[in-house]
């Protein structure tokens, strides 16, 4: 059976505290932010990718925007949490301004990253106080300075988040190691679930940095030193997803993204190395069921 997937709009600041019951989402799903989530009750499920996380109170998970994720409260239970989500411009100018790699658990990932982080005690307690904090800024109004104090105790609560993660999680390999098997892997090795799932994410990376180029199956394979087969059934196997098709979906967020900016129609699909316009428009509105222009439309209209 395949799994429905779909984009879901978000406005750029999101936030969430309260609990429901029986709730589970019908499918994936991916949006344009950066995604918090800490946990207040046991059983809930969280899936990201092929991963499934068993949830326990005091989970705090990072799923960045281009990460197809479900969750699912446990059956006749509350299902607790906070839900945080902001879009990655968000940091970017703040990563500049303080010299600090906000951004580094939602990008600068290593092969081994584990979404989760358990947090007990005064951990819980802290994080908590710092998503109340959040809450209460973005109830204090729209002024500059209520918006002032929004971004800095986001910021505040992502150092924090940081400072916890590097501190608990531990490096299960030396870099010499990850060397050494690289240099040792082949494509009888790579059907081992580690390895293969490190060179995926690799390739997501790569897919990721290389958007605006015009990707295709046989290029990638080159790239990585895999074969079409190989390539093609350990992507699906991980993401869910064909490669093609994680590719179109990489573009058409880098094409909402640029459509947002008053970047034309015509220009993002030269960007985006489209082999035409009316290309470009059928793969946007087989994806998103309107029009590239419709969809720019829609968002000038929501900012005025």
Known sequence: MKERVFFEEFESLYYFHGSTQNWSMQGFHFH????????????????????VYHV?????????????????????QEYNRYVLMFEPELLEPMT??????????????????????????????RVERLLARI???????????????????????????????????KEKHTAADQEERKLKGDEEKFRDPILYRERVEQIKKYIATHVEEKLDLDEIAGKFYMNRYYLSHYFKKE????????????????????LKKGTSVTDVALKLSYNSDSHFISVFKKSTGITPKKYAQNKKNNNV
Do not use: C, P, W
Not at 32 to 42: A, G, K, R, T, V
Not at 56 to 76: C, I, P, Q, W
Not at 99 to 120: A, S
């Open 32 to 51: 344009n932010q950066y995604e918090i989530i800490l946990f207040l009750s046991d059983g809930a499920l969280l899936e990201i990718g092929d991963r």
């Open 56 to 76: 326990m109170k005091g989970d705090l998970f990072f799923v960045n925007n281009r990460e197809y994720h479900r969750t699912s409260g446990a059956e006749g």
């Open 96 to 125: 500049k301004a303080f010299g600090y790699d906000f951004t580094m658990f939602f990008e600068n990932r290593g092969d081994d990253f584990v979404h989760k982080l358990y947090l007990e005690g005064e951990n819980l307690k």
């Open 135 to 169: 809450e209460t800024n973005i109830g204090s109004g729209s002024s500059d300075e209520a918006s002032v104090k929004i971004r800095l105790s986001i910021l505040e609560l992502i150092t924090a988040i940081n400072e916890m993660y590097k501190f608990f999680t």
């Open 239 to 258: 993401t869910g997803f064909a490669v093609l098709q994680y590719v179109t979906n990489q573009k058409i967020i880098a094409a909402k993204a640029l």
